[in-house]
């Protein structure tokens, strides 16, 4: 049985990521570099990369792939039912009372634990 897997476009793929890579190192590196220039420049200039960076990514497979569960992810949080209000108060509070409570026990144990061995060592009196 021979199978072959025929890749459309994999080395240009390849060097389209790589392409996309070094168009942000370099502007991260220009970011750096030209730290005299005002920041609002240079953080438009760096906003900008990421864009063309983006757009160069995406004309590849991964890159459409990415995008789609980035889709994907953003259907599903519609999906969430978020709790109320009064849900999260009342959760929140039972966490918070609930620590209180696991606190106060390993306070107690650390006491006793620290008594039992004074004791066992004759530091106590």
């Known amino acids: 049985m021979n199978s072959t897997v025929e890749t459309t476009g994999g080395k240009l793929d390849t ?5 996309a890579l070094l168009i942000l190192i370099a502007a991260l590196v220009g970011f750096y570099v030209y730290a005299e220039q005002d920041l609002l420049y240079r953080v438009i200039g760096l906003l900008l990369a990421v ?7 995406y004309q590849t497979e991964k890159g459409r792939e990415v995008w789609g569960y980035f ?3 953003q259907i599903e949080v519609r999906k969430v039912v978020w709790p109320t ?3 999260t108060v009342n ?3 039972l966490v918070i009372g609930m ?3 696991v606190a106060i026990i390993l306070w107690l144990l650390d006491m006793f634990l620290g008594w039992s061995i004074g004791a066992l060592m004759g530091h106590g009196s």
């Open 85 to 87: 209000r009064k849900e």
């Open 91 to 93: 959760t929140t509070l």
């Open 15 to 19: 060097f389209k990521l790589g392409l």
């Open 71 to 73: 889709h994907d992810a």
């Open 99 to 101: 620590v209180i409570i």
């Open 51 to 57: 864009g063309i960076s983006i757009a160069v990514a």
